[in-house]
């Protein structure tokens, strides 16, 4: 444990809208070296984003509470810190890119003093000093300085994700949290941000949680893969672990076998049957019981316990000990 | 920037047209004449239509309109029935204290309404949110002369600390300000209250949060620039409300302004000085929706960017 | 092979703003036999959109012909239209907007057999309304349920049996798909498929994604800044594409297999639409730009029985 | 709080600026030092129009207030109701009474210095007939001569015996300097600075706020004690009270009825309430059918409780219930009781006249007291069987209703000019003239009337004028209802205040 | 191997029949907007005092007789303070206040609302107009909508009831003209937000003509800010009424009309406070609720602004 720069003991966290409480992380466990990637690979509605906001602590402070767990950066405990204190690594320790960067740029502020604001906030300089560090950051992601004075409207998607990634950077932070960085942007544009991003971690050190649905992606930045589905992984191990290894998870296999290959000339997908569990009542057992096609009486009755070989780890009675039969 | 500004100013002509049609016919249109109000109710009929005849009244509508439409065009407003002096006299000096009253409503508006709007918003459904919006919906609900009397009463008859009616130094218009603000001070609260809840949502707001920026900046940094775009629209009409003056006020506080000068006008049918009025009033109300137009292109660099291509944002 | 359902002859449509005009489709010559798919991909802002709603006539063209069946549908009066709109129908992208928020699933379903369908008794509408709804795969008891309870799949699956309610011949599916999970994604990709091979339907199939195009597609159209690139089968063009753009695009999908090794990222950004210069529109980003590509119009060849390019040096680093 | 401290701070920052910059004395704690003021501020309801003599016979009370301490007339009428010489020492009239000669003293100086000649009285008679405010005087102007700078002959067009009190009293023939008049043009109306000759001059005219009067050190009956006079404008009638005990006026007389118990009891304060010359009335339009009959008009005379009224219209203390039309002072005055009330009789009246189960007539009604008049019918005739629809108007507009006879029953009010039967009678009940909106057509009325005006015995004329009042009484042509009391207040250590019936000023008696 | 999603074609409805149909009852969204409403106590504390109003409105002859109550002169017990058989006293005319608040209270509310549908409805018509068709015909409009704002309300309402005479029916339209602009406002700003939603295309690839999309695509979705806009405009309303009566413009004496009381009996404010106190308060009252009201519906019906 103790090269264990990042890691999430046994998180939970619960939503409470109206009168029903939403289940949305049930008691994840993960864990990352210092430089590693860990892509965090989930359908909607699996608890990846909120895993996120859960670590940067920025849950929505009426409805959503950390039940149980803990996490732990570097070697601070952050669910036990105070809100000044937490405030203070924000930013500095911790930073975070987000989906939709038509959004996330505050529309009347320049770019450059939205970049600016967190050197100020964390690394006080004179004026000319950070505004110096804010242009070759911008360098840094690929855009011009003298565009600093305009305003986020005058961007494409693409360069809007720059900027944000330039503003979380902008300290270099030890952890870097992306939450589907490169969804809402162009195949081209994609990989445009992909790569840089990748160069940018390496030069920085920086580690990076990488939530996505995209396994494509996760194959060409991680290395290792947690998949999640209803609040819980259901497997986890090293990139080879997931795409080379043999056995898998139902999931995994059922994700696999919707992506379109472009090589492959297959006429028909064999999808997943049904829809996506409802959190607010979730299935006895194990969650994917209802969906899967290799369900067993045990899956209806217990939650299955997570079996290791090796860095693979799988939850599900087909592999386990109770559950008797092996692939 | 200046192509746009243009465009606009020439738009306004259209506008005033308008209203100078709209208005010249509903005066000439209604019955009764100026002469039988010059005179009184007892004056003889002969000297009523004398009177008509001198001021022009006689003649057909259309001739009426087209005279007017000249005399305008060379600036020549005419003067009015009552004084006899020309309209304009009468506007330019009541309308300092028209104005004065409008910007002393609009600093407390400004200072009252946004603030616990804000604060409306952050706190929701607290206990605060509850007491604000109630207070301001209490004071907006109620009648203005029924507040200025009770006003009256406790201020300047009992307590004796302010004048009572009337202009002059600077307390006189402390009372018909605190009448006014709180009417459009509550508008402004609720309408600041929904803006903010709105921009608090939005995902600028939670990027800055993980910036690690506190809670206040958040709101006072990020969050209020966008909420108060549409507060500057919805102010900039109420200016323009409080400019026509407020009718009620000036009675109750016997304050000479541009509201009481247009009931003058239009009860003793002096038509010129009812036209100058309006003209004034709508050009003055024009130039304002101007000015808050170019207010939130200088705020909202989006805007700013539409009108450089000279395109009118609506 | 007969004549195709449905063909474009120089179709354009320009947008007029303040900078100037915006060329959202400029001169495209498509065209889709009865029964196929033809997949139109291209990057965001390269109109791909607007050529399928051109074509329904959602949104008035410029110029060019659609020909459907032989007849330029453009020429049609207001009559016309409605009666085609029987035969050519539309699946949209979002599940959450493409709805109405104030009608029931049956009312939606029913509301196009209502104007443009035959049947007029309300009992035998519900049963075709059953039908359709068990056809793509909804629970009866969603009947009177409202969109906002439902989740994007379901949403989705509601538009599709909208869409098949008068028994159109030609859909345009404008990203049917791009705003579902995976596993949904693949539910309606088989849905559809499985209506084609039954009904025998005619898609336009659009979408950014090229492994979906892929998969679902007959012949595929690439499209860049309102112009078709490359026209070619749907093997042909994962073979052996042709146009710079195309092979850039091809470079860029990350696999979801270990050793692929990506292409080589191309640079820049998308030019503006508004007002382009003559000449190719992928230049300032082309490796192989040369002055031959600028100032005049390219021709629309075709290379290859069936294969067609816009480009006059694709044949340089093969 | 530390969410704003931005915010907060601001906020009080300016409302204590607001405040303290409110540092000029308010106009209440006045200086009473000891030497005894010399400035007085009088309240008045309404902003007059123009300051011109010839507007100021019109109904427009505040010009007369404000104009009878600028001019003066050739005569006067003193507290005892006789005519006294003022600009003219001594007057002669033709035995056929179509001449009056006017030997005019040569002592009367202008504000401005000029001495005031017959030239100058000839321009204000031409300026008043022209101006044809008071038709009825200037009606019977021939000619005007200015023989010489002291001699004033006016000739009529035939004898009219109440001509020389109507000179005496009418605020339109007050003498205005010619030369000053004609130089100022159309500001003259604004600023009338050096046209008069009386005990005040003009100063300023703050439009909406006050007119500025000073006085007149060389005035030739002497300098008046207040120096300096302020008529500012009070539009609410309640904040009129409120500035009287405040001390912020010193005079208010438009004090409405209802503040004046209170102000009764307020020591600091001395409340004068006399019987106006203004009659209320009720017109019953006998050009329509239902009127004709007599018996229709007594049975609405019958259905009204005069006293209950008064209470219901001016809070009881602000008329006198009258049978009369004409006013006890008024020459020619007969007195009449009014009717009883008496719904049985009324319901019989109706019944006799075709209407066993009542009436339904309109009211027309502009603001003000006639609203209230309209109120209160509507609800006391209700019991005699009579149902009264009000129709409101704008003031003007209800001129024009009644002047096209549209109107049923319009409650009228009216002053005569002079205190001369002629004057209080002719425009109500003679043949045709505008405010005869009875519609009242009887021969022997009209006879009366014209040799009523040219009758120069006193006697024969009262005879005369009782008889048109009998005619008008017995047939129930017109209801008179009641005289409006005029009541204004003031500070209580002003001497020589007290109310006048015609609501004037005379700031030259009043001191401290 | 075919999945079982797509059924196949000929298969027999039977499960399917009728009875089915019926069995689930249609959710109607109201039914959320009501469970939101429920939620702010403060849109409940306005709902409630609107149902004390609307009852006092509709059995006012029950509660009092019109004729002999709040008519009827009776000068003996004139100005007498509230008293057990006068609950509000009486006014200068002997009328009971009582009887006439809550006769008030019919004609207030109904000129409220009156003028309020009106403009409303109006303001539909042009606001949709203008927000669908866009181009020419939302300029012309807007820019008549600007010469009618630029003209002082009390304008309207002073040349109209000059013109016509005293009566309600010129109020409401004086009030009514006044109001438009703003209510074609927020409908426009609405309506372009919602025809821009695909449901809209979709109905015009369904064939639906143009008034059929407007009436049960657009307007329905439209509706939340325009319900919230009415509520607000109802109590606005009622304060208007009040100030023009205060310059002698309101309703023809003596229908009981709380503004026209208001303003009437500031003379008595000093002596008998309670003439003034009660009508103030009815209009404060209704006011308040309907702002209320509009507050909280102006919450439920915009999901998104649920916590």
Known sequence: ?327 | MYRYVIKRLLLIIPILLGVILIVFTIMNVTPGDPGRHMLGMSAPQEAVDALNETLGYNDPFPVRLLNYLKNMVRLDFGNSYRTKQPVFDEIINRFPVTFKLAIGTMILTILIGIPLGVLAAVRQYSKLDMITTFTALLLAAAPSFWLALLMILLFSLYLNILPPNGIGSFSHYIMPMLTQAVVYAASTLRMTRTTMLEAIRQDYVRTARGKGASEARVIWRHAIKNALLPVITSLGMSFGAMLGGTIVIEQVFSMPGLGSLVILAITTKDIPQTMAVTIFLATLFCMIMLVVDLLYAFIDPRVKTRYLQGRLAR | MNRPLIQTVNLKKYFNTPRGKLHAVDNINLSINRGQTLGVVGESGCGKSTLGRVLLRLVEATGGQVLYNGEDILQYNAKQVKKMRAKMQMIFQDPYASLNPRMTVSEIIAEPIRILGTITDSRELNRKVFRLMSTVGLAGRLVNAYPHELDGGRRQRIGVARALAVDPEFIVCDEPVSALDVSIQAQILNLLMDLQDEMGLTYMFITHDLSVVRHISNNIAVMYLGQCVELCSAEELFRNPLHPYTRALLAAIPEPDLNHRMGEIIKGELTSPIAPPAGCRFANRCKHCADECLRQELSFSEVTPGHFVMCKRYSDDI | MKLFPKFMVLTLAMLMLLTACGGEKTGISDDNSISPRSDLVIGIITEPTALIPSTAASDAQSNGRIVDNIYEGLLYVDESGNIQPNIAESWEISTDGLTYTFRLRDDVKFHNGDILTAEDVKYTFDECAKAGYSVEITGTFAETIAEDDTTFVLKLTMPSSPMLRNIAVARGLYIMNKAVAEQLGDKFSVAPVGAGSGPYKFESWESGQNVCLVSNEEYRKGAPSIKKVVFKFIKEASAGAIALETGNVDIYGDVSMVDVPNLQNNKDLQVSLIQGDYVYYLCMNQKKDIFKDIRVRQAIAYSLNLDELIMAVTNGIGGTKTGSLTTPSCFGYKKYDPVEQDFEKAKQLLAEAGYPDGITIEVAISDGSRKKIGETMKGMLKNAGINVELKGFEISALADYCTKDNHDIVPMVAKGYIYDADSELTDKVVTGTWGNFSRISIPRIDELMALGRQEPDDARRIEMYHEVQDIVHDGYHIIPLYYVNNVSAADVKLKGFKTRPDLSYHVWELSW | MKTNQVGNFAQDLSEYDEQLFKEYKKVNPVVGVWRRLKKSKLAMLGLFFLLVLAFAAIFADFICDYESMAIELNIANRLQGPSIEHWFGTDGQGRDLFARVIHGARVSLGLGLTCTALSALLGLILGSICGYFGGVIDNVIMRVLDCVMCIPGVLMALALVAAMGQSTANLIIALTVSYIPSFTRIVRASVISVAGNEYVEAARASGLDTPRIISKYILPNAAGPVIVEITMNVASIIKAVASLSFIGLGVVPPTPEWGVMLSESREFMRYSPYLVIFPGLAIIITSLAFNLLGDGLRDALDPRLKD
């Open chain 1, 1 to 327: 444990m103790s090269d264990k720069f990042f890691s999430i003991e046994n998180l939970s966290v619960e939503y409470i809208a109206d009168d029903e409480v939403v289940k949305a992380v049930n008691g994840i466990t993960l864990s990352m070296k210092r430089g590693e990637t860990l892509g965090l690979v989930g359908e909607t509605g699996a608890g990846k984003t909120t895993s996120a906001l859960a670590v940067m602590r920025l849950l929505p402070p009426r409805t959503g509470r950390v039940v149980s767990g803990s996490i732990t950066v570097g070697d601070i405990d952050i669910l036990s810190l105070s809100e000044p204190e937490m405030r203070k690594l924000r930013g500095e320790l911790v930073a975070m890119i987000y989906q939709d960067p038509m959004t996330s740029l505050n529309p009347v502020i320049t770019v450059g003093d939205q970049i600016l604001e967190v050197l100020e906030l964390h690394k006080r300089q004179s004026k000319a000093a950070m505004k110096a560090r804010v242009a070759e950051l911008l360098e840094l992601v690929g855009i011009s300085a003298e565009r600093a004075d305009e305003y986020p409207h005058q961007f494409s998607g693409g360069m809007r994700q720059r900027v944000v990634i330039a503003m979380a950077l902008a300290c270099e932070p030890e952890l870097l949290i992306a939450d589907e960085p490169t969804t809402a942007l162009d195949v081209t544009i994609q990989a445009q941000v992909l790569q840089m991003i990748r160069e940018l971690k390496t030069k920085l050190n920086t580690s990076m949680l990488l939530i996505t649905h995209d396994l494509g992606v996760v194959a060409h930045t991680c290395d290792n893969v947690a998949i999640m589905y209803a609040g819980e992984i259901v497997e986890q191990g090293t990139v080879a672990d997931i795409f080379n290894g043999k056995r898998h998870h139902p999931y995994t296999n059922g994700l696999f076998g919707s992506i379109p290959r472009l090589n492959k000339q297959s006429k028909r997908l064999n999808p997943i049957e049904g829809m996506l569990p409802d959190p607010t009542n979730l299935p006895e057992g194990c969650n994917f019981s209802p969906r899967c096609p290799s369900c067993m009486e045990i899956c209806k009755i217990k939650s299955p316990r997570f079996v290791q070989s090796g860095t693979h780890r799988i939850a599900c009675h087909l592999y386990s000990s109770e559950g008797g039969a092996n692939a």
